[in-house]
């Protein structure tokens, strides 16, 4: 079965750093777009990047501060956010595109928890 499996959230002080990973198994890594995705509190899920053939593209709800990376020996796909502050709290998803056309073939992680205090 397809699984993607995030983990790396909690608690990080305000001006730290933070590395979350999603862990893929069950497809091939390769042949998927890897994206992530963060959820506030109250607010709509929204995507903050992408990694694909070895390209990462970012979104505007985190541009510049964040960096995605990935691993292929392990399947996994990291985001590394940068100085993180309050409202970066959320809980961070990651997810799987498959490559061929229409491009319907996806998957969802459950999500890690990020919390940042002040």
């Known amino acids: 079965q397809v699984q993607l499996v995030e983990s790396g959230g909690g608690l990080v002080q305000s001006g730290g750093s933070l590395r979350l990973s999603c862990a893929v198994s069950?497809?091939?890594?390769?042949?998927?777009?890897i994206s992530w995705y963060r959820q506030r509190p109250g607010k709509e899920r929204e995507k903050v990047g992408h990694t694909v053939a070895g390209t990462a593209v970012y979104d505007d709800p985190m541009k510049g501060r964040i960096t995605i990376s990935r691993d292929d020996a392990k399947n996994t796909v990291y985001l590394q956010i940068n100085n993180p502050q309050p409202e970066d709290t959320a809980k961070y998803y990651c997810h799987a595109l498959g490559l061929r056309p229409p491009y319907q073939d996806y998957y969802w992680g459950q999500g890690t928890q990020v919390t940042v205090s002040s």
């Open positions: 069950g497809l091939s890594f390769n042949n998927y777009a």
